[in-house]
């Protein structure tokens, strides 16, 4: 299994930024997908999810209304629109493989919400 997310940045508050996962190594259309974030100092914590079809996305309440989740299942892959970003989802983001906070994880890419 093999989960590799991409976009993550530097982004000014009220500004937008995509996140990419390229999966492979299992059969991703089966599964449910996550996005689960760590900010500095705390705990993991599930952000959004995404039913193996697509057809339904989760999000925390924290983020609803801001994130949008989506999957491309031709490419393997799973996308999280982050809108209207504020400081607090400063954060490392990782992809997940299942629900809640994944039964694996990729290695994450770092959001940073700042002037």
């Known amino acids: 299994v093999r989960l590799l997310e991409s976009g993550g940045g530097l982004v000014q508050p009220g500004g937008s930024l995509r996140l990419s996962c390229a999966a492979s190594?299992?059969?991703?259309?089966?599964?449910?997908m996550s996005w689960v974030r760590q900010a500095p100092g705390k705990g993991l914590e599930w952000v959004s999810g995404?039913?193996?079809?697509?057809?339904?996305?989760e999000y925390a309440d924290s983020v609803k209304g801001r994130f949008t989740i989506s999957r491309d299942n031709a490419k393997n892959a799973v996308y999280l629109q982050m809108n209207n970003v504020k400081s607090e989802d400063t954060a490392v983001y990782y992809c997940?493989?299942?629900?809640?906070?994944?039964?694996?994880r990729g290695q994450g890419t770092q959001v940073t919400v700042s002037s």
């Open positions: 997940a493989m299942g629900y809640g906070l994944g039964i694996r």
């Open positions: 190594g299992f059969t991703f259309s089966t599964y449910y």
């Open positions: 995404i039913w193996s079809d697509g057809s339904s996305g």
